[in-house]
């Protein structure tokens, strides 16, 4: 194999996509977003398929526009954590995800911290990435 037999196919892909540059703007990243939705629908019980490879190129490109055009608030985690539940109208007997309800009150209070499994649970959810969920390390302040 050689350069010149994937260039065809690669020239028609990123006609379709526009994978060789960054996502331009809304338009283009609701196509990329239609595009791993269909490759769900048609293949998402066949994820050896490799078609799964293309959607991972893409998925770089959506993260990477997200990350610079839609970037999640800086809040603490259970703060972010409230917000989610208010915004698909969740309370709190209804996060089986982090525990019994007195731990479910820790975590909202900020008096307890998320673990790997509930971060896990709580991301796959609310369709977030994990690193939401993750306490950033205050900002130095320079004197």
Known sequence: MSVTDILTPWVAVDAALGLSTPVRDEAHYAELLAFVDEVFE???????????????????RIREYEARVHPW????????????????????AELPELGPQSVVSEVLAGKRALNLRQV?????RFHVPMEVFVVRPAAKMVA
């Open 120 to 124: 896990t649970a709580l991301a796959e």
């Open 42 to 60: 048609r293949f998402g019980a066949d994820d050896a398929h490799p078609i799964f490879g293309l959607v991972s190129i893409v998925a770089d």
């Open 73 to 92: 608030p800086e809040l603490p985690p259970h703060e972010l954590l409230r917000e989610l539940m208010a915004d698909h109208g969740i309370k709190q």
